[in-house]
């Protein structure tokens, strides 16, 4: 089984940054996509970013292209999003989650682990 723990939410003024991690354990996820996904209040969770098992493919949604980064640490099996430019219009509980193996999806039921989730809170 695996458990996945996000960390690093918070609250942030318009225009800052924030890094978000993810951290894994029960199994190595070196050969598993892992992605972000993030769900405000009244909204449907939707897709942010993804990232295959060696990192070498990436996949962002059109609302964070060129702000939001993507990366991962297969040795400390570890997710991060950076996140910079932020917009209130960020302000969601971000969610953490990993395939079994690859490649890449943006869809939330292709994701067979998830984290609890961590707040982020950007204000104007």
């Known amino acids: 089984q695996v458990q996945l723990v996000e960390s690093g939410g918070g609250l942030v003024q318009a225009g800052g940054s924030r890094r978000l991690s993810c951290a894994a354990s029960?199994?190595?996820?070196?050969?598993?996509?892992m992605g972000w996904f993030r769900q405000a209040p009244e909204n449907e969770r939707e897709f942010v970013a993804a990232?295959?098992?060696?990192?070498?493919?990436?996949n962002y949604a059109d609302s964070v292209q060129g702000r939001f980064t993507v990366s991962r640490d297969n040795a400390k099996n570890t997710l991060y999003l950076q996140m910079n430019s932020l917009k209130p219009e960020d302000t969601a509980v971000y969610y953490c989650?990993?395939?079994?193996?690859?490649?890449?999806?943006?869809?939330?039921?292709?994701?067979?682990?998830w984290g609890q989730g961590t707040q982020v809170t950007v204000s104007s």
């Open positions: 990232i295959s098992g060696r990192g070498d493919n990436t």
């Open positions: 029960g199994r190595t996820l070196s050969n598993s996509a």
């Open positions: 989650a990993a395939r079994s193996h690859d490649p890449v999806y943006r869809i939330s039921i292709a994701y067979d682990y």
